[in-house]
């Protein structure tokens, strides 16, 4: 069974950093590409960044681009996204989620995290 | 502001047939497939169609996709009260280089 598990959220001033992670179980993670997915209170889902299952390949949203860095460990089967620069704007849950194919360019996930809050305020 | 639009919001009664669009453009759902998600109250997405019409294992028949040139849709059938959820489509956009999402689409059942 695939499981996501997010963790890292919390509450951050604007300005400041967070680091999230994923700890993926349940398939061979280097296989997949990953994302991070976001949805502000009460809003929809915009996705935020990707990267390809090697982890060579990575995108970016132009709402976090420069701010935010998507990375990944295959040996400890971990996704991150390194966010900086945070903004009241970046306040959102954050989902992990699974690709279906290696290469990151690609909007079909089939496993979804929980979600990990993340809140921008002073 | 999402660049594929889909109504904020869709009603039927139970037993009813329901269809939601999504509207992109060429360097998205021109180009690309399109997937939909449904996401119950308080939980995680949920992947409901891939590659424009193709339903995972254990999703139920009743949902079907289509898509032509830079729309597609979302039919529901048989409409049930556990139907109830928020729905969005999604694509790789080629210009942006980045997947989006429409805005979502609330689904009430009378």
Do not use: H
């Not at chain 1, 295959?74 to 991150?80: A, D, F, I």
């Not at chain 1, 900086?84 to 306040?91: F, G, M």
């Not at chain 2, 999402?2 to 139970?14: D, K, N, R, Y």
């Not at chain 2, 999604?90 to 689904?107: K, Y």
Request: charged share 15%; proline share 3%; glycine share 12%.
């Amino acid at each position: 069974e695939v499981q996501l598990l997010e963790s890292g959220g919390g509450l951050v001033q604007p300005g400041g950093s967070l680091r999230l992670s994923c700890v993926a179980s349940g398939f061979t993670f280097s296989n997949y590409a990953m994302s991070w997915v976001r949805q502000a209170p009460g809003k929809g889902l915009e996705w935020v960044s990707a990267i390809s299952g090697s982890g060579d390949s990575t995108y970016y949203a132009d709402s976090v681009k420069g701010r935010f860095t998507i990375s990944r460990d295959n040996s400890k089967k971990t996704l991150s996204l390194q966010m900086n620069s945070l903004k009241a704007e970046d306040t959102a849950v954050y989902y992990c989620a699974k690709s279906t194919v290696v290469f990151g360019r690609s909007s079909r996930s089939d496993s979804w995290g929980q979600g990990t809050q993340v809140t921008v305020s002073s | 502001q999402s660049v594929v639009t889909q109504p904020p919001s869709a009603s039927g009664t139970p037993g009813q047939r329901v269809t939601i669009s999504c509207s992109g453009s060429s360097s998205s759902i021109g180009t690309n497939n399109v997937n939909w998600y449904q996401q119950l109250p308080g939980t995680a997405p949920k992947l409901l169609i891939y590659g424009n019409d193709q339903r995972p294992s254990g999703v139920s028949d009743r949902f079907s996709g289509s898509k032509s040139g830079t729309s597609a849709s979302l039919a529901i059938s048989g409409l049930q009260s556990g139907d109830e959820a928020d729905y969005y489509c999604a694509a790789w956009d080629d210009s942006l280089n980045g997947a989006v999402f429409g805005g979502g689409t609330q689904l009430t059942v009378l």
